[in-house]
């Protein structure tokens, strides 16, 4: 298994046979890697949030490449007496998110550019698309029904589908008011909804792309004692963000990843029902989920530095919730 390890600016291999982990360093000092998927070559590619790039992890030699954005890029090496030369790539993109679209093209966000871009790796041609909303901070990304691919606009207030084909936009406004900063993004195994944490506002919201029609799950008033329900554990409120559908069925979020939260949250979305499972770490500040291993949510936590992962029943073909390539 890879992980991205975001503050250690490396990538890791975690061997869930032996427990054994492994960091895997960057040759930028500026990494911060996240938002892996895998691509049709096998290999983890990434956004790189301070190294203004794509990474590229070759699973099988370990060797990390990189694809420089076109856009504002600043390079160059420093000398370090004790390290040596070492190379510092940055610049304003902030891509906190990644996936690969139908027409094989990896899609990424650009906060600091306020757009989303395309790397094509056959021809390594870019792209970069404006977003219509100024500042709406691109934050999670998915693939999308038809030939869409999936945004939240975190600062906005608004998910939005790109249309690969026709490179148009559409922007649906969540209902809550403010700024709910919409963060984590998922469909449904049917294909029919888009589901995402709305952090700010402690609900998790449901777009049916057809309609346009947004459903709000109000998470503090679904859970067993309301506010004081969250215990001692850094949850009094939920503050969801990334999500996925577990093999049970039901939809299994992180919970207070910014700010101390020691819970993954259950809902299912056909009764409405809800509950919160404590992490094996208290305050392990949960971060992110991959559900391609039916009969276990996998999650790894900033604060804990560890990957857990919780057994589920296994009920339901989730397939359709999966990465494009795994």
Known sequence: MITDEFLGGSMGRVDPHTGEVKSIDSPNVASLPGGQN???DGDIWFGDVG???????DAETEEIE????PWG????ELDLS????VGLNTGPGVSFDTTWGKDGKIY???IGLNAIGSLDPETEEWKKYPIPTPLAGPVAMEEGPGETIAITEGFA?????FDIDTETWKEFSIPTPGVTFPAGLT???DDKYLYFGETLASKIGRLDPATGEIKEYNLLALRPGGLLGGGLNGNPLSQPGQLRFGSDGKIYVVLGTFSGGGRIGQLDPETSTYREIDTPTPMSMPCDLNNTVPGKMIFASFASNRVSYLNIPNTTDISNTYPRHG
């Open 73 to 76: 890029n600043i390079s160059f």
């Open 187 to 189: 469909n449904s195994p």
């Open 108 to 110: 990424f966000t650009l």
């Open 157 to 161: 207030n608004k998910v939005a589908l």
């Open 82 to 85: 004790v390290l040596g030369n």
């Open 38 to 40: 895998r691509g049709p």
């Open 51 to 57: 190294g203004n790039s794509l990474g590229r992890l």
């Open 66 to 69: 990189y694809y420089n954005f």
